[in-house]
């Protein structure tokens, strides 16, 4: 199994290119299977997660054209050969659950596992469930799959979610694109990557209002068009950047960082002492030698704290001075990186679903072990802060959700390398 061997201490100096946002791709990649014309997705990131995505549709017949290394990636769904989504292609990766939508949407039936995913919590499904439920659709669960049927198609419904989720807001959005009548979707979720969906699916002539605020109106149509899109910048990959920047030092700008998109962040950022500077290609981040201080966090729904970058958060205070607070309210179980950054001489005290971090002089290398994707990347940026050398193992979380990371952050004076176990 691949580690990663961090020599730390080394300041970021130069550029480091932001890619396709991953949490966007995956579901672009789903919206394909609504349409029988070809969907060209520019700017996607070469994932593990994207990679898998690009197999699973495979196996339900889309023709993917996609070479290894190339941001551009073709899918044609033509004719779908199977609605069935098996065990093993679902349960690595939650996203993979949003192809039963446009399945149930297009083709009135389909049969997928329940997901697998992130340690984070317990990640029910049953917001999503319950929406294509009240479109119309019979489900059952049956030996560990989501049996959907609606063979006279979806039809519109007025959906509340109970909490915003992100991936019931996605996934009730696309099925609606194709369901007879009028569907609002109230209380959704207002994260970038929804408007990112929603455009690329107006493109393809869906008809849809209010994405990126809490009330979403879907006007069902009969069919969708082929498109070419490109992929919104990940505002998660570019913050974690820049907490690399600013928990190891220097000057680095973040080429295509999606400013807009990272508000809550640049504010934190700029409370701990930290220099944001928002320029025309993207965001620049600059650290001197100084001591951040400490600052406070609550993790909320966009557009507040991302959960996605309380981790990365969370390292970058272990040096701070003073005492931070780090509330997590959207996942229950997303503090597992504590004990893993409290072995480099860290001291965090988690109660609930609140981390107390009280800032440390240094920290020192260890070896320690990924737990989930954005858990693993906090893990890095205390490597890279840290004295003498650190081993990250389990590293196949992070190659699921960050491009070419030893890459970027090697050009810019860090020096990681890939090992084995
Ligand atoms: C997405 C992102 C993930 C991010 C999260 C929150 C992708 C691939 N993943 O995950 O990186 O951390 O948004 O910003 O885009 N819930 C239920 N029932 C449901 C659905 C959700 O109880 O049917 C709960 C979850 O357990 C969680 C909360 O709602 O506590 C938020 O989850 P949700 O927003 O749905 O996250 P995901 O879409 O899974």
Not at 347 to 374: E, F, N, S, Y
Not at 395 to 406: A, P, T, V
């Amino acid at each position: 199994m691949d580690t990663l061997i961090i020599q730390g201490g080394h300041p970021l100096n130069g550029n480091i290119r932001i890619s396709g946002a991953k949490n966007s791709a995956l579901k672009l990649m789903a919206a394909a299977l609504l349409t029988d014309e070809p969907v060209e997705l520019q700017n996607m990131p070469n994932l593990a997660d994207s990679r898998f995505m690009a197999r699973l549709l495979s196996s339900l017949g889309v023709d993917v054209y996609w070479p290894q290394n190339e941001s551009t990636c073709r899918l044609n769904a033509a004719d779908i050969s199977s609605t069935i989504a098996p065990y093993d292609l679902v349960r690595k990766m939650r996203a993979t659950f949003n192809v039963l939508g446009p399945l149930l949407a297009r083709i009135g039936h389909a049969t997928v596992s329940l997901p697998g995913g992130c340690a984070i919590g317990a990640r029910p499904v049953n917001f999503h469930l319950e929406a294509f439920q009240a479109m119309g659709a019979d489900i059952v669960i049956e030996q560990g799959y989501v049996k959907a049927a609606a063979i006279r198609g979806l039809k519109g419904a007025i959906i509340d979610l109970p909490f915003p989720s992100v991936g019931a807001t996605e996934h009730t959005m696309m099925a609606a694109t194709l369901a007879n009548g009028t569907t609002q979707i109230n209380n959704a979720a207002q994260e970038p990557e929804i408007v990112d969906i929603a455009t690329m699916l107006r493109a393809m002539g869906a008809k849809i209002e209010g994405a990126g605020t809490s009330c979403i109106t879907i006007e069902g149509v009969d069919k969708l068009n082929g498109v070419n899109h490109a992929v919104m910048p990940d505002r998660i990959e570019a913050g974690t950047y820049a907490m690399a920047v600013a928990a190891a030092g220097g000057d680095v700008l973040l080429e295509n960082a999606p400013a807009k998109e990272m508000t809550s962040l640049i504010e934190h950022l700029r409370h701990a002492g930290v220099t944001v500077t928002v320029e025309n290609d993207g965001v620049r981040v600059m650290r001197n030698g100084s001591r951040l201080k400490a600052v406070d966090v609550d993790v909320q729904p966009h557009p507040g704290f991302a959960t996605d970058l309380q981790a990365q958060f969370m390292a970058l205070m272990t040096t701070a001075d003073g005492v931070s607070t780090i509330t997590e309210n959207i996942f229950e179980n997303r503090f597992l990186h504590a004990p893993e950054l409290n072995r480099f001489g860290a001291d965090i005290r988690v109660q609930g679903k609140t981390a107390t971090v009280h800032g440390v002089d240094k920290l020192v290398g260890a070896p320690v072990m990924a737990t989930d994707l954005r858990a693993s990347v906090s893990l890095v940026i205390a490597g890279l802060v840290a004295e003498g050398e650190t081993v990250v193992n389990r590293i196949y979380h992070l190659d699921r959700g960050f491009e070419k990371l030893e890459e970027k952050l090697n050009a810019c004076g860090a020096s990681v390398t890939r090992g084995s176990e």
